[in-house]
């Protein structure tokens, strides 16, 4: 049986770097390993919770129950044509060494998405996404393992009920199921989304598009803007883009005339949730051991020290400017506990 950790620090499984502890905590490194974890833990060491980089969770208690952090690894080619071939991904790969494995193999699809902390396992949970690329577009199959009788599920596209940063892993299967396997359908022609204008300036400075180099000033926007975990504890965009009706936001433009927004159909539009934080004043604007991150406010950060209620406090003072400013409710991106 797979031995479990007991009291264990969670600071080192959270990109924000706030303490907490996990009552227990296991790490299976294969789908046999999971299956005989969840066969004695059906109902003991409740509630429980599967941890994946912790690029995207803020704790703001110790965890009384069973953390379960899945360490499978492998990536694989399993099906090919002249167009596409599809590669299969263990849970446990770490996200942007996929997309550079990916790279390094001319393969087309995933290059707007390097960068992004995280595991593979996450990916179809959160519907990655950035410059204009959602991983949904990409992933041909998702394989689990259902938490309350261990049974295996294969799910498509479709069934994964992918939207903007949401997925039925957030709803119907929220905790329910492990994610061990994630299969991406990739092209090997040079199909590119290139229309971000970030995007398009920094590829000004290259000889050529192409998937290197995508990848490469993919990665060079993202350290300009955004802060390493490593040095600043953050979870990435704590917010996502809230999406308003157009007659709403025809309505705000009256008095913001050079607000951002892009269409997202005939009857709604996506804003910036950074502008959105910035026109309250919020950007760089530190309270105790927390901030909007100065280059970039959507994200908040820890300078050390922080604890999660700390920074929840904090998000919940920008949701309340924003929402008394602009009558618009920011939904945290983050999975808080």
Not at 205 to 225: G, S
Request: aromatic share 8%; net charge neutral.
């Amino acid at each position: 049986m797979l031995a479990l950790q007991e009291n264990i620090s969670l600071q080192p499984y959270n990109t924000f770097g706030v303490g907490a502890k996990a009552r227990w905590m296991a790490m299976p490194g294969s789908t046999e390993e999971v299956m005989d974890l969840l066969s004695h833990n059906r109902s003991e060491r409740d509630p429980k919770f599967i941890l994946g980089g912790g690029s995207n969770v803020l704790f703001t208690q110790d965890f009384t129950g069973l953390i379960i952090h899945p360490r499978i690894k492998g990536i694989e080619k399993v099906r090919e044509s002249d167009e596409f071939i599809c590669i299969r991904a263990g849970c446990g790969e770490n996200w942007d060494d996929l997309v550079d494995y990916c790279v390094r193999n001319n393969l087309n699809g995933l290059e707007n998405l390097s960068g992004i902390p995280g595991n593979t396992g996450a990916s179809p949970v959160q519907n990655i996404g950035a410059y204009g690329v959602e991983v949904k577009d990409c992933i041909e199959s998702v394989e689990a393992i259902m938490m309350s009788d261990c049974e295996r599920i294969r799910l498509s596209p479709k069934e994964c009920k992918f939207s903007y940063r949401d997925s039925i892993f957030k709803h119907e299967l929220k905790n329910a199921c492990i994610i061990t396997y994630v299969t991406y359908r990739l092209s090997k022609n040079a199909v590119f989304t290139t229309h971000y204008p970030d995007l398009q300036k920094e590829l000004k400075k290259y000889p050529e598009v192409n998937v290197k180099n995508i990848r490469e000033a993919v990665i060079t926007i993202r350290k300009n803007k955004l802060p390493d975990p490593e040095y600043l504890g953050n979870a990435g965009s704590f917010f996502k883009n809230p999406v308003i009706s157009k007659q709403k936001a025809e309505s705000i433009r009256q008095s913001f005339p050079s607000m951002p927004a892009y269409k997202c159909d005939d009857e709604r539009i996506k804003l910036s949730a950074a502008w959105l934080i910035e026109q309250c004043q919020w950007k760089g604007r530190k309270i105790g051991r927390v901030e909007a991150y100065n280059k970039q406010p959507l994200v908040i950060v820890n300078h050390g020290g922080a604890t999660g209620n700390d920074v929840i406090e904090y998000a919940h003072m920008i949701q309340q400017s924003v929402s008394k400013h602009f009558g618009i409710t920011l939904e945290m991106e983050v999975t808080v506990l």
